[in-house]
């Protein structure tokens, strides 16, 4: 799974910032007497014994039905920002696919607006919400246990796009159980966001605003 690829390699990735004591480090030149016989053979350090492994991860097993989403709702944007923010449910999720979201980004004012993100598709990042219960993700869902699960398994990049009066950038994303969630689409208030940036042309950065938006999503009891 994508997913589990990414929490191995962020695993990884935190141990390398570790202090880590390895034979090497304790070992220190100790100087030689003349009554020690120095030995014809040297055997080859015991470091090389630690190999790299696969880590233990689990398949991820969330308990309980797949709930229906009650509903969403979009954030306000702050008054500097000419653009309106909106987010549909176009499809429940079930045991077999996640939810369908529709979200889409409208320029209000009379003029273009250079549009940039962090992510390589407008107009949402894939990303968790707080707690980690649901992902919001471009692609399909692996089954587990009779829940659609997945993870933003999507590299940061940047995409951009120069949005004309009246004009809308939109998209659809899958919402799906988190793969490191423990129950099937969790009821409760999940909250999502994405930070944006807008300029009046590319590389003017005078008129550069930045922002965060994004949605919320209520799942029934």
């Known amino acids: 799974m ?12 935190g141990l390398a910032g570790c ?4 034979p090497n480090d304790e070992a220190t030149d100790t100087p ?40 969403v709702r979009a954030h ?14 176009l499809e429940q999720p079930t045991s077999s696919q996640g939810a369908t979201l529709s979200i889409s980004l409208r320029n209000t004012d009379s003029r273009s607006w250079f549009l940039r993100i962090t992510a390589p598709r407008l107009p949402f990042h894939a990303a968790f ?3 980690h219960h649901l992902a919001v993700d471009p692609g399909s869902a692996d089954i587990s246990n009779g829940c659609p699960v997945g993870g933003n398994a999507v590299p940061r990049t940047f995409d951009s796009e120069t949005v004309e009066p009246g004009e809308a950038v939109a998209g659809e994303r899958v919402l799906l ?19 944006y940036t807008i300029r009046k ?21």
């Open 19 to 22: 202090s880590l004591t390895g």
């Open 177 to 195: 159980t988190s793969d490191v969630a423990e129950t099937c689409f969790a009821a409760g208030e999940h909250p999502f966001s994405t930070n």
């Open 129 to 131: 919400c707080s707690g």
């Open 76 to 89: 306000s944007l702050p008054e500097s920002v000419p653009f309106e923010g909106r987010v549909e449910l």
């Open 201 to 221: 042309s590319e590389g003017d950065d005078e008129s550069l605003i930045a922002f965060t938006w994004g949605f919320d999503v209520i799942v029934a009891e």
């Open 2 to 13: 994508k997913r589990r690829k990414l929490l191995a390699s962020a695993v990884l990735t």
């Open 32 to 71: 030689s007497r003349p009554d020690t016989e120095t030995p014809t053979t040297t055997e080859t350090p015991t470091a090389t014994e630690t190999e790299t492994s696969d880590l233990p991860f689990e398949e991820p097993t969330p308990i309980g039905a797949v709930t229906p989403v009650e509903s």
